[in-house]
């Protein structure tokens, strides 16, 4: 500013201060403001909130209704009913094997959007089991680490052998598309823990574990038929096979764990 710009802008401001003297007193609601330096953080919902906010939204016919829900005035001008901090401040860092969803159950702003997402966590040699999410299309990118992303296509007429699968070594931010339905799975062939971020075009996709949902269905017979009655399934096994399958979304796979020099429990 040369000096008799800044002369000028001394004088301009002397002359709103004296005009005007409250102008320059910080408003009580300077939070509300929408510098960026003064944006509010992110609060967690309790569940009794989730829960309230759920039932509200459910209730707003239209978008703009529900934008009243989510945003009342005398808020702040606050964004946090829209938000989602997945892993909190000062908690423990997510174990491997975590995968935290954002989807209408943790954030029911996302009610009325076709909207979800999730970060996970899979360490060293963990396989996020196959697995298919029935209500929405995924794509998953991976932020550190290493995963193989693999899918099975759909099956078109009788099956002859393998259904056909794509699947991607996905590294430095790379990301592929798990199609709506489709069973699928990641693996992290490292050492070293993977971090994805994932999309879905749903607010509420779902997830189906294939192994688990397969083998609950009753009575035995409808599975050792499925199978082509094999000789060596009977039911001692296939009870055997029900309490070995685990319920978590993520497993360690036992020859990667060797080669990492892994302990299996
Ligand atoms: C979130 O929504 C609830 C329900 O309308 C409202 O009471 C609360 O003030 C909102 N929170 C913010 C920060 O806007
Ligand atoms: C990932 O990025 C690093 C650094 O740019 C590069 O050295 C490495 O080759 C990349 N890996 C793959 C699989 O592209
Ligand atoms: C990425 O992974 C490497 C290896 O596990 C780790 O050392 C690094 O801290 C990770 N980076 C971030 C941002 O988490």
């Known amino acids: 500013m040369n000096s008799l ?3 000028a802008f001394v004088a301009f ?38 829960k309230a906010l759920q039932t509200e ?10 934008e009243q829900v989510l945003f009342p005035p005398n808020n702040g001008g606050s964004a946090n009913n829209v938000s ?3 892993v909190p401040n000062n908690g423990p860092r997510p174990q491997d094997g975590s995968i935290i969803v954002g989807s209408v159950d943790s954030i029911p702003g996302l009610i009325g959007t076709n909207v979800a997402a999730a970060i996970g966590f899979i360490g060293p040699c963990g396989l996020n089991v196959p697995h298919l999410h029935p209500r929405g299309n995924e794509f998953l990118t991976v932020v550190n680490g290493t995963l193989i992303g693999a899918f099975l296509l759909e099956e078109d007429g009788a099956f002859v052998g393998d259904i056909p699968q794509v699947s991607m070594t996905l590294t430095n931010f790379t990301g592929m598309l798990f199609p709506q339905g489709h069973i699928h799975w990641q693996f992290n062939p490292t050492c070293e823990e993977a971090v994805f971020s994932a999309a879905f075009d749903s607010s509420d996709e779902g997830r189906f574990q294939i192994a688990q949902t397969f083998f609950s269905s009753m009575p035995d017979n409808v599975l050792t038929t499925s199978l082509g ?18 319920s978590q979304f993520v497993v360690l796979v036992d020859s990667c764990a060797q080669a990492c020099g892994i302990k299996t429990a």
Do not use: C, H
């Not at 007193?25 to 909130?49: G, H, I, Q, W």
């Not at 939204?57 to 529900?66: M, Q, V």
């Open 13 to 50: 401001l002397a002359a709103t201060s004296m005009a005007s003297p409250v102008a320059v007193v910080p408003r009580a609601d300077a939070a509300s403001s929408t510098s960026a330096a003064s944006a509010p953080t992110f609060k967690p919902l309790s569940p009794a909130e989730i």
């Open 229 to 246: 009655n094999p000789t060596f399934l009977g039911p001692s096994q296939i009870d055997q096979l029900r309490g070995i399958i685990p």
């Open 57 to 66: 939204l459910l209730l707003a016919p239209s978008y703009k209704d529900k």
């Open 84 to 86: 989602f901090q997945f």
């Open 5 to 7: 710009l800044s002369s």
